[in-house]
């Protein structure tokens, strides 16, 4: 099964940038590595994803370790709106991603 | 944004009830996932489905049933609803045609059982 190892929890104050780290140590040569968050009371939002290379978009920045068996996300200015549980994952064997219990970011004003 | 949606989105009921929880969207995804969450814990996938007519079970044992009768729509049913039903039902499709399998997350549906 795909395991990720994630903090439980993390802070950061308001317009810092936030390192939010994730070990996937079973992940295969072609699985994608995703990162999904879930604000309170709503359904996870799809962050960003990438294979090897680490890759940007409007939310975040992905950095993917050399081995691939680790990742950082990065938001480059967390705002209150960015607190959330953060989901590192990547696919199973039916091509399903597994969510562990994320990483809580608290962003301080 | 995700087109993808839920109803109800709150539904307190009691014990030995049939409840349908349903779930639709308009991207014309042919994979579709039920995962149940309660409060503070992990999602848990209890059901998916590749496309239309396929249905299979996920890594978390449920007392639910699914059908996929139609590609944008993935009902949910429990027959005889039970206190031990209660909590978060969160809907999700993907586009399988890139391999990538991005998921895009209905708003939940957080079941109360009395």
């Known amino acids: 099964d795909a395991k990720t190892t994630q903090p439980n929890s993390m802070e950061s104050n308001e317009e810092e940038p936030v390192h939010l780290p994730c070990n996937h140590s079973t992940i295969s040569g072609t699985d994608y590595i995703h990162w999904y968050r879930q604000l309170p009371s709503q359904g996870p939002e799809y962050v960003i994803h990438?294979?090897?290379s680490n890759v940007n978009n409007r939310m975040a920045s992905l950095a993917i370790a050399e081995d691939r068996k680790s990742s950082t996300l990065i938001l480059h200015r967390a705002t209150l709106r960015d607190a959330a549980v953060y989901y590192c994952t990547h696919q199973t064997g039916a091509n399903n991603l597994f969510f562990g219990t994320g990483t809580r970011l608290t962003v301080i004003p | 944004e995700a087109d993808i949606y839920q109803t109800p989105r709150y539904l307190v009921i009691g014990t030995g009830k049939k409840i349908t929880l349903e779930c639709s969207q308009t991207?014309?995804?042919?994979?579709m996932y039920w995962y149940q969450q309660d409060p503070g814990m992990e999602l848990h996938l209890i059901h998916y489905s590749y496309g239309v007519n396929s249905t299979e079970k996920g890594d978390l044992s449920s007392e639910s049933t699914v059908s996929r009768i139609r590609t944008e729509h993935f009902p949910l049913t429990l027959e005889s609803a039970r206190p031990s039903h209660t909590s978060q039902y969160l809907c999700a499709s993907s586009d399988t045609g890139t391999g990538e399998e991005v998921q895009y997350f209905g708003p939940g549906t957080r079941l109360t059982v009395l």
């Open positions: 991207m014309g995804h042919d994979k």
């Open positions: 990438g294979l090897t």
